[in-house]
């Protein structure tokens, strides 16, 4: 059992020193992330515009994004870039989580970031694999069908609708911790900018989080009615969540004022590309 530890902790430690060597990379490969993130956001807003001014629409997810992309002058080089750099700021992701390079708490809420920085980790470099498939032609049609495949599995296991209705409320944690990061813009320490771009960039960021936080909590909602209902059907992801919202009272403009926050969560992303603070 000693033996066992002490030979996972020589792989960590290994890949930890491979990756403070590699880190001008690491953190070239960061703000490329940065950036690609600002860029789907971005598109994933637009997107939203549009079906929220025409009542109808494509995707409105990262693989409406990617399809964008995609279709561009030089879309299958744009797309191949927005995978590499999708796969680098998960790479930044896991390694905030694993090895906590700007110092965390050792407290429940640094644990509870750490965590969520694994899961973006998870998260982003699945889209990134996304990102690839619709490149070679493999995927066309992924959004929420990809996001039920998923739940399928998940409630096909041990446990599968207890896991599923708690991983529904830990997105719903998650869309809590955006409006509270909203509410304190602790980002902006991390921002090293002058008086004036502070002005511009914090107000647009506090904006994108609260999008993302409404977004986030449609997300977890359909989540935990997927788990209590056992039905895999039932799980949205982006573009489901912003369809959903289209569908309330006052749908086109709620979906508008949420796509807005998004497409300034993008542009709020490109900021930070350039002047966020990033350690590895």
């Known amino acids: 059992m000693h ?42 807003g637009m997107l939203a515009v549009f079906a929220a001014a025409h009542a109808g629409g494509g995707m409105m997810d990262a693989y409406g994004a990617a399809n964008v992309i995609g279709g561009a002058p030089f879309g299958k080089a744009l797309l191949g ?18 090895w906590n390079p700007e110092g965390e708490p050792q407290s429940v809420k640094g644990y509870l970031r750490r965590f969520g920085y694994l899961c973006s980790a998870a998260a982003y470099g699945g889209v990134a694999v996304g990102a690839f498939k619709v490149l070679r032609g493999a995927e ?11 739940v399928a599995r998940l409630l096909a296991g041990p446990l599968g609708w207890q896991l599923t209705t708690l991983a529904g409320g830990a997105v719903l944690v998650a869309a809590l911790a955006q409006f509270l ?28 989080l609260a999008a993302r936080g409404v ?4 997300i977890g909602l359909f989540l935990i009615q997927a788990g209590l209902q056992q039905n895999a059907e039932r799980a949205k992801g982006i573009g489901g969540a912003l369809k959903a919202l289209s569908h309330q009272i006052l749908g086109p403009a709620l979906l508008g004022a949420v796509a807005a926050g998004l497409i300034a969560y993008g542009i709020s992303m490109l900021v930070e590309s350039r002047y966020r603070r990033i350690s590895v």
């Open 3 to 44: 033996t066992t530890s002490s030979s996972s902790d020589a792989i960590l430690d290994g890949a930890h020193r491979a990756a403070r060597h590699a880190a001008p990379w690491v953190v070239r490969l960061a703000r490329l992330g940065l950036a690609t993130k600002g860029v789907v956001y971005l598109l994933i």
């Open 81 to 98: 870039l927005a995978g590499v750099g999708l796969a680098g700021y998960s790479l930044w992701r896991l390694i905030m989580g694993a």
């Open 140 to 150: 066309k049609h992924l959004s929420d069908h990809t996001t039920q495949s998923h």
């Open 181 to 208: 990061e909203a509410y304190q813009a602790n980002f902006q320490k991390l921002l090293e900018i002058d008086g004036r771009r502070r002005r511009f960039v914090v107000p647009l960021a506090r904006l994108g």
């Open 215 to 218: 977004v986030f909590g449609v």
